[in-house]
């Protein structure tokens, strides 16, 4: 007896509903059963989840399934299922690909069996594995290559690559679909198998000049829920065919070419492309049927480059104009063809050169040379015509002349800009002349003009005030300092003389004071001088060239005499005879305190060295009397006692701050007497004011008034002396041996001629007519002492330079 069961089971997995379908099948004998159980679950499930209970749906105890030793025994497969031997339960041990298990199979299943002992019994189980959309379709390559050249019509087919899905059923690759394309999109097709498939087709003419590549993207969709995909890049790759000429880059040329060009020189370049590739790009160039045999022999066309260079003498007065056609043929099947008319115009060459011919050239000229003179004449010319014969003629634009056209191709150079030449001495003037030819071609001729020096400029001292310091006591002839001044014109207009400008100060000249020699500047004191007399002097000294007429100029000196601690100090108080002891007598009851006595010294050196200090060199008693250091005042240190001597002898020394410092000593001898004058008990206990008038310094005053009116007078005399000192008479000139007797008196009232030099800078000997005449003005009252005289000259004595011209005997 056989029955059929059909039973459905539910069961939840994860995300989604699984459903398991149960049908059982029984069979019963007797002894033996024979029953196909069937269940129906979806892959993929998770270990443990159960399948269905074999204890209910096959009738077993479930309390004797142990004892049954209940077991599983899979066919043919690995144990993907178990039974739980305590609820009876099958359940899944381990995930199931049904793709894996059974591949492309439209139905899979697995076949079980269950035992059980006491007794024997087998139950024959069958799993039915159910798919689902657990994988995208795929393609057997990334990438789908196609060539299809360009000429191919619409509509025209090409079969694609098909995608792969392992699912079955509805869950496998159900349509296609294209990326948007101008010029193509796809069918899509059933195969017997029911497979499905994509045909590309052709919407549009492909052009490769215009898209030589077309990239699509193919995406295959399957019919799941939810649907997956997967995609492909097609690639179409677009074949050219001979569809396009040469074209050249201009149609028409026309080209100039230079006469005498040499052989192979390029011409032109002629470029023809071609929008094809490969062979159907390749372009050869040739002549046309209407060009001339002797375009053909003069210019050489290149096949391969179209480069046209020249093949044969080029003469402008020969052959002007060629004309000539080029055609450029590609190397297709199918050749095609380019044209280009070219018109090549042969022009006349520069080549000769112009010349220049200096007709009249003035040098040397002097610096000093009017505006607008004529310098040079010059005259140009070019053999060529038109253009390349017009010539222009040019100097160089940094220089003080500049051309005036005076006829056709004639020039004068003249002066434009005052000339120097202390700045320029001499100008290399190149004359060049260039024609209008393309390219110009130019000659050139240079002359050197020389200028001649004339006398325009004044000898220039570095410094316009000269500070010289002269420390006092100085040697008679020291040299004090050079003075030397520039002239940057030529030979004689650059000898300079110098000398000092006369400048009287209480009488007396300052050439007495001071010489310079007339070639160098050496600038001399002709006596020593004394600070306390004379501090400074200011006088001005003259550099004069030899020029015609002569320039000159002048420099202020400034003379310092710089002091030196060589006077001692004098003591003016306390007043006393030379040698002797100064005698003070003072009461014995002088306070503390009281003024003694005051020395005052003074010193007739400068600021510096003239201060003064005081000190005690003896003292009978150091601790009776003060002496204040800056203002020589002597005062009491305590009173006076009955053990203190009636005699105190005091030794004060007065020394100035100079280096060596100098000094001067006053002894003062003091006597303290009993008696006093006025007691100073009588006087209030109020401090003593001191009286400026007192005896003492009432005496001091009168010292300094009588050393002051002594000295006033004495100055006095001096210059009243000075005054009436005879001047020397004009009449006669004084001889040799009385100028020289004068100069050994004072050597401040002469001034030494030394060498031939300063001679000649001061006189001018008339040999012929035995005369000495001066050179320029000498200072009156001035006189020369001459060691010799210059040889040559018939002179035998020397005069008085106060006359301009002086008789000498012959």
Known sequence: MMNSHTRRVSRTMESYERYVILAIIFSFARYTSASVTHYSIPEEMKEGSVVANLATDLTLDLKTLNQRKMRL????????????????????????????????????????????????????????????????????RDAIHLDISEATARGERFSLSNAVDPDVGSNSVKTYHLSESEFFNIEVQTGRDGSKFADLILKKTLDREQQPVHNLILTAVDGGTPARSGTASVIVRVLDTNDNAPTFDKENLNVKVMENSPIGSLVVDLNATDLDEGSNSDITYSYSLYTSEKTQETFNLNPATGEITVKGVLNYEDFRIYDMEVIAADKGATSLTGQCTIKILVEDMNDNHPEISIKSFQSPVTENIELDTVIAVVSVSDKDSGDNGIVDLRV???????????????????????????????????????????????????????????????????????????????APGALLSSLTAFDP??????????????????????????????????????????????????????????????????????????????????????????????????????????????????????????????????????????????????????????????????????????????????????????????????????????????????????????????????????????????????????????????????????????????????????????????????????????????????????????????????
Not at 92 to 100: A, C, H, L, M, S
Not at 399 to 421: A, T
Not at 426 to 444: A, H, K, M
Not at 554 to 570: E, G, R
Request: glycine fraction near 4%; aromatic fraction near 8%; charged fraction near 25%.
């Open 73 to 140: 025994d899979i066919i043919g497969n690995k144990k993907y299922l178990d039974v739980n031997k305590e609820t009876g339960e099958l359940y899944v041990v381990e995930k199931i690909d049904r793709e894996y298990i059974c591949n492309t199979k439209s139905s899979c299943y697995l076949k079980l069996e269950v035992i059980l002992d006491n007794p024997v019994r087998i139950f024959n189980i069958e799993v039915e594995i159910l798919d689902i959309n657990d994988n995208a379709p795929q393609f057997r």
């Open 396 to 474: 160089p634009g940094n220089m003080p002349f500049k051309l005036r056209e005076s006829s056709d191709n004639y020039y004068e150079l003249v002066v434009s800009e005052p000339l120097d030449r202390e700045k320029v001495p001499e100008y290399d003037i190149t004359f060049t002349v260039t024609d209008r030819g393309s390219p110009p071609l130019s000659d050139n001729e240079t002359m050197t003009l020389e200028l001649l020096d004339v006398n325009d400029n004044v000898p220039q001292f570095p410094q316009s005030f000269y500070t010289i310091r002269v420390m006092e006591n100085n």
């Open 489 to 810: 014109d030529l030979h004689e207009n650059q000898y300079l003389v110098y000398f000092i400008i006369e400048k009287e100060i209480a009488n007396t000249s300052m050439s007495m004071l001071f010489s310079i020699n007339p070639e160098n500047g050496n600038l001399y004191a002709l006596k020593t001088f004394d600070y306390e007399i004379e501090k400074e002097f200011l006088f001005h000294i003259e550099a004069r060239d030899s020029g015609s007429p002569p320039l000159s100029s002048n420099v202020t000196v400034h003379i310092i005499i710089v002091d030196q601690n060589d006077n001692a100090p004098v003591i003016v108080s306390p007043w006393r005879a030379h040698g002797s002891v100064v005698e003070e007598k003072i009461p014995r009851s002088t306070d503390k305190g009281s003024l003694i006595a005051k020395v005052i010294a003074l010193d007739t050196d400068s600021v510096h060295n003239s201060r003064i200090t005081y000190q005690f060199l003896q003292v009978t008693d150091a601790t009776l009397f003060s002496l204040d250091q800056y203002n020589g005042e002597i005062r009491t240190m305590r009173m006076f006692s009955y053990r203190d001597p009636r005699h105190q002898r005091l030794v004060v020394v007065a020394k100035d701050n100079g280096e060596p410092a100098l000094s001067a000593t006053v002894t003062i001898k003091l006597t303290t007497m009993e008696t006093a004058v006025k007691a100073y008990s009588d006087m209030t206990e109020e401090p003593l004011e001191y009286d400026i008038f007192s005896d003492i310094n009432l005496y001091l005053v009168i010292g300094l008034g009588s050393v002051s009116f002594l000295l006033l007078i004495t100055i006095l005399v001096t210059i009243v002396i000075k005054c009436q000192k005879p001047k020397p008479s004009k009449a006669a000139p004084p001889s040799r041996n009385s100028v020289i007797s004068e100069r050994n008196s004072t050597i401040a009232d002469s001034t030494l001629v030394s060498n031939d030099a300063y001679w000649y800078s001061l006189f001018l000997a008339e040999t012929r007519k035995g005369k000495l005449v001066v050179r320029q003005p000498l200072p009156k009252g001035s006189r020369y002492i001459v060691s010799s005289i210059p040889r040559g000259t018939g002179l035998t004595d020397t005069s008085d330079s106060a006359a301009s011209t002086l008789q000498y005997p012959k």
